[in-house]
């Protein structure tokens, strides 16, 4: 079975600064994905950076990057320069095996970014 | 840029009775999911969908749910009598393809009321 632990309920950070929200996974499928979704205040599902388990580097879009240590089972999400509108819930999921299987999600981190 | 749609946005409905929540997820997409999320929590699988049938579904996913795609574009989940414990807002995501690399798709969400 899998499981994602997000164990900072919140977190702080100051326009422009970087913030590292933290995601560790438990799977004992060799072949998985990892995904980071925002969800701001709104509502809906942001897809923002995808890592499978087989990818050599990690993935970064734009000014979000993922730091994938696979030996530690973690995959956490880091936001350079981050914005008032970066401010929304963050939710880490994984995908185990190929095809279609489901994610599943942690219990998410709400980040505030302050001016 | 393509999106899936959900409606209605808002339900407000009885307990005891039925509610159907649609969506239309992107045009050559393959594979189709319902998500719920109780305020507050985290996101949580329902059921997965492709080539006209369920593939897998959680415990969640009782014989009071069903889904269906009755006309090639539609894809509608059904609660057949709603409890106080159905209240939570609903998503519906399609993937292009089933491989770890797919990026899953969210609506915005249908919120279903349950008095």
């Known amino acids: 079975a899998q499981k994602i632990t997000q164990t900072q309920p919140g977190m702080f950070v100051q326009e422009k600064e970087a913030v590292t929200l933290d995601c560790t996974y438990d799977?004992?499928?060799?072949?998985?994905?990892l995904f980071w979704y925002k969800q701001p205040s709104s509502g809906e599902m942001i897809f923002l950076i995808y890592?499978?388990?087989?990818?050599?580097q990690n993935a970064t879009e734009g000014r979000y990057s993922l730091n994938f240590q696979k030996a530690r089972k973690s995959a956490n999400l880091v936001i350079s320069a981050s914005q008032l509108g970066d401010s929304a819930m963050y939710f880490c999921a994984s995908q185990t095996g190929t095809g279609f299987q489901k994610l599943v999600f942690g219990t998410g981190t709400r980040l505030l970014v302050s001016p | 840029e393509p999106e899936v749609t959900q409606t209605p946005s808002h339900q407000v409905t009885q307990m005891g009775q039925e509610v159907i929540l649609r969506c239309v997820p992107i045009s050559n997409h393959l594979y189709f999911y319902w998500y719920r999320q109780i305020l507050g929590q985290k996101v949580e699988f329902l059921v997965s969908f492709y080539n006209n049938e369920i593939s897998e579904k959680s415990e969640i996913f009782d014989d009071q749910f069903s889904v269906e795609r009755p006309d090639g574009s539609n894809f509608t989940l059904k609660i057949r009598s709603t409890k106080l414990e159905d209240s939570a807002m609903y998503f519906c995501?399609?993937?292009?393809?089933?491989?770890?690399?797919?990026?899953?798709?969210f609506g915005e969400g249908s919120r279903l009321t349950v008095l």
């Open positions: 799977t004992s499928d060799p072949s998985y994905g």
């Open positions: 995501a399609s993937r292009e393809r089933g491989l770890n690399t797919g990026e899953l798709f």
């Open positions: 890592q499978g388990s087989y990818d050599q």
